[in-house]
């Protein structure tokens, strides 16, 4: 004969642990996920600084990317801003790591870089690192590497051709 508790006993002993146990447990919870955002909110953004924009002439589209598999086909964060000034800065939020930039003048506003029928870019280009490349942009040449405490990252826009 086994010797069980009795359901009497047992079935008010665990309602009483689950009352007791959940909202400590969800207090914790919540105090995990506050803290985490908090400190991501704390932190400076991840400024680049681009120069050598050509005013009035279109948009300035700036990419992070984290993965090289996604290198120049799906950027991890995406800016676009006004082209208004020869100097401008984009500002991210985003976790310290490295990301590889790239930077393009969409000077006709059509939501993509013009190249030529070799594939060179006919509007303004720029990479993290200020990295010039011959031939296709390479992810790795492109990474910098940001934490809290960097400065801000400047990038030239230069043309191809």
């Known amino acids: 004969m086994h010797r069980y508790l009795p359901t009497k ?3 008010p002993a665990i309602n009483f642990m689950l009352r007791c146990m959940t909202p400590i447990f969800l207090s914790g919870f919540l105090a995990l996920m506050l803290s985490a955002a908090r400190s991501t ?6 400024l680049i600084e681009i120069t050598n924009v050509q005013p009035n002439r279109g948009k300035i ?7 090289k598999a996604d290198w120049l086909k799906t950027p991890f964060r995406k ?3 006004p082209a208004d ?3 401008k800065t984009a500002s991210f939020t985003v976790p310290p ?8 003048q969409d000077k006709n506003e059509n939501g ?7 594939n060179i870019p006919k509007e303004p280009i720029g990479f993290g690192n200020n ?11 492109s990474v910098i590497r940001y934490n809290p405490s960097s400065k801000p990252e400047a990038i030239n826009l230069f043309e191809a051709l």
Do not use: H
Not at 97 to 104: D, E, L, T
């Open 85 to 87: 000034k020869s100097t």
């Open 61 to 67: 589209v700036v990419e992070l990317y984290k993965d």
């Open 9 to 11: 006993v047992f079935i």
């Open 131 to 141: 990295y010039r490349p011959f031939g296709k942009p390479k992810f790795e040449s």
């Open 41 to 46: 909110l704390q932190q400076p953004p991840l």
């Open 97 to 104: 790591g490295q990301y590889a930039v790239s930077i393009y």
């Open 112 to 118: 993509t870089l013009d190249q030529n029928f070799l």
């Open 79 to 81: 800016l676009t801003l």
